[in-house]
């Protein structure tokens, strides 16, 4: 059975991928309360969908971990509610996982909350599936599509409407996303985008490496020196590392 490694894990046995990503869903939790540090939030109807049972109220449960968690919905005639934050998921098998407790449901079969990476749904739950979601349960989601060492927005979000007497509650809590890393590893490893030598600076030296190593097919040299990942190592690759020269963004990710 293979092993899913945490970022953190990652950073700790010194792979392709810099410590300096590190965790990849900040305050996944939402410990930190609200205003959040890490998390864009919006509610319509209140300061923000990020409650505790204080700032709230606990009537219809509490967090699944902690103190606070995610409220979307409630019993307004309308409601809409999102939270959003900018990740960078690095190069390999990425799995989402959050938990969510539907505690009332309306009935309207409208009601929803959906879960979107840079727009794109990636799962959404109806009022109508609370027995699916009660009490809290977690949702696995492969999210690898967008395991590529690049920034992505991961948003929650809900619109509920009042149906008579009846509203729905979506709680959610505990997000995370693990990466199982794929692709080769680099050696050394980066610590800037277009750092072959692993120095910290992207200069000649770098652009050197790349050339020397032209047309090489060495599965290694291909990892450390293919940096555009179309199998090949030519002007492309230096060219892009020269662009890089004085700079030192996150490394990119490693090619599949
Ligand atoms: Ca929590
Ligand atoms: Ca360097
Ligand atoms: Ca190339």
Redesign the pocket.
Known sequence: MKKTVSILGLAVCGAAMAASIGDIVLDG???EGTPNPFWEEFSENFASPICSAESCTDFFGV???????VWFGGPQASETGWVFQEITIPAGTATLRFWLDINRNSGNGTDFMTVTLDGEEVFTALESDAPDYNPWTQVVLDVSAFADGETHVLRFESTTNRNGGLFTNFFL??VEITVEPGGCTRDPAWQCDGDVDGDGQVNPVDSGLVQAAFGSGDEQDLCNYDVDCDGQINPVDSGIVQSLFGTCDAPRGVCP
């Open positions: 939790g939402f410990e967090a699944f971990e902690g103190d606070w968690w809590d505990a």
